[in-house]
């Protein structure tokens, strides 16, 4: 998988669906898919290895929904085994609170440790900044989020991805 790649189902994604729900609603059911995974895999192995060289903290990655589901069944297939990660339910991001004891069950893990949110795409924040909360109310730190698609208009420097739909002037790139 590259930026090239995905940029041209983008692009044939937005002929279709010109944005909002639809699109994304689109583009999420096509990165769901095993191929986008390595590409993923990689990124949050370079955080983990970053911070625990720089930190020497342990790192948890986190996912949600259907995205989520199939990422993890990625890493057990590939016998991943050095980053233990969590997964929570989808739809975060029309939630109007934080759910409750949406993490709870993992604290005693995750106490301490930077965590990395993982997800298809990005666009204005609302899921990661749930994950946020549920992540610091476990005494733990999102350190980074780590998305396939950025569709937000300004640049997050904790956001880390393989395309964005803006460039770093705010200018549309499709």
Same mark, same amino acid.
């Given at each position: 998988m590259n930026q090239e790649t995905l940029d041209v189902m983008v692009s044939a994604i937005l002929s279709e669906h010109p944005g909002g729900?639809? %699109? %994304?609603?689109?583009?999420?059911? *096509?990165?769901?898919?095993? /191929?986008? %995974?390595?590409?993923?895999? !990689? *990124?949050?192995?370079e %955080?983990?290895?970053a911070v625990q060289e720089t930190h020497g903290v342990d790192c948890r990655y986190i996912c949600s929904g259907a995205f989520g589901s199939l990422f993890m069944g990625y890493l057990n297939m590939i016998g991943e085994t050095e980053i233990r990660g969590y /997964?929570?339910?989808?739809? !975060?991001? *029309?939630?109007?609170?934080?759910p409750p004891l949406m993490l709870t069950a993992f604290e005693d893990d995750l106490i301490g440790k930077i965590c990395i949110f993982v997800d298809d795409s990005f666009y204005s924040g609302r899921t990661r900044d749930k994950i946020k909360l549920a992540v610091e109310s476990c005494e733990a730190i999102l350190g980074a989020t780590i998305v396939l698609y950025d569709g937000a208009a300004k640049v997050d420097e904790s956001v880390f991805s393989l395309t964005r739909f803006y460039d770093e002037n705010g200018k549309k790139r499709f």
């Open positions: 729900e639809s %699109f %994304f609603n689109c583009l999420d059911e *096509k990165l769901a898919s095993i /191929h986008y %995974f390595d590409w993923i895999h !990689l *990124k949050v192995s %955080f983990v290895r /997964h929570v339910r989808g739809g !975060l991001r *029309k939630e109007t609170s934080l």
